[in-house]
């Protein structure tokens, strides 16, 4: 028997998985897929955590703010790749140069060096997918109107083929090589091509001022070579947050998996859950479809974490919406959509309701359903990741409580 089997293995679940094997427990995590990371830019944001903790039945609201920020620390503690103080926002660069606030970001897209910059050298892979230079050399005017913008073009020997093919290279691809041996000899080359220009700017009497390189598709986080490589450069390179996919999001998603399976974790991906055995309020057994035949798994406790509608936990028909592992009850809201399109939109906060410890509840009764149940990240109802910008916070405070009580 397993002390704790988490379903889904996103942000939420493997920082449940993480923290509950780091005190011992035997978790097993069975996720269909990937999770939402792999999307996202890698970036966690918080929101305001002040308000968000007096905003009724908001997951911050439930756990309350010292389980917030425990989540925050442990995550840092855990990942010192990952910078930014709490409740302290940083500057991060959209795919399109824009600046926007963020909570804890990955090493290096840290772009508050920006501010006090006179020349902006723009990086430009010759070719690269989803990265358009003019767009972004005119934003980066606009927010940095104190600076010259001045792209840099080049094209790598290891993409000559694909470019001879047709074939897209995207930021994904850029990262993958320059984590390479032959990659991150090309990177210095790169980088150091652009150290005798900058050299030439900085000795024009006309360009005294600090000179930034911003740089698309590196994604230096939990890579020592690329780190390295630009620690020696005598300017700050800012690097740029992406379009889906994301390498940030997808280095995070690996260092996640890498340390939930040293800390002794197993998990099963690619696998779905067919079948709960439930007695009483208690869930028992497991029943999962991998590799053409059914395996059971029973547990002391069990974690939902499979991501709400985008993670695929719940499946939303015309005619009804359903949580797909143990047909738990949703809160969904009365109004489907608003008008304005890039306001509050009230599907996204469908979920499961849940009491302070996270169980799920029937708050018409205000009974707990299942007493070995939590559930956690997006699964949780009531809140709204794109409006109140703490998607990856509610993921790490619940994934944190959950592994800690489990
Ligand atoms: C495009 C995009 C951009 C984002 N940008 C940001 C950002 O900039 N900042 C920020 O803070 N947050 C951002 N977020 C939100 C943040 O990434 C999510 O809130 C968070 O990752 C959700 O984590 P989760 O673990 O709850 O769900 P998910 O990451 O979706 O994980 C759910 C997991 O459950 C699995 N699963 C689903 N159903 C089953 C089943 N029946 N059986 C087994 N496994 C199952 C899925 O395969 C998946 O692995 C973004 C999200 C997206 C989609």
Redesign the pocket.
Known sequence: MWDGII???????LLAGIRAAERGKRILM????????T???G???FGNVAQLVRQDKHPYALLGESIVRNGADYFQAHFPDYHGKWREVQTVLTPLGSPRK??FIPNGLNAQVLHDAHLIVLMAPEGMKDFFPKVTKANLERAYPQCVVKVHPFRLDAFESWHTLGKPVNGMDYTKYWRSASGTGALKGVVNSLNQELDEARSDPADPGKSVVVFPGLASAFSNSIKEVLSDLPFPVVEMTAF?PSASGHKLYDALKETFGALGGELMVG???KQVEIQGKRCHKIIVKSKGKDSEFSARSFVL????V????IEVTPEASKE??FGLPLYVPDEWTNSEFLGDQPYARIGIEVDRELRPIDSKLNEVILENVQV????IAHWD?WVE???????LAS?WFAGETM
């Open positions: 379903v889904g293995g996103g942000l939420a679940g069975i996720s269909e897929g990937v999770g939402s990371l999307y996202s830019s970036v966690i944001d963020a909570g889906p696998t779905g859950v974490a499979t991501g709400g985008f993670g695929g936990g797909m592992v956690i990240g997006r699964m990741p910008h703490c998607g990856g916070g509610v993921s994934g």
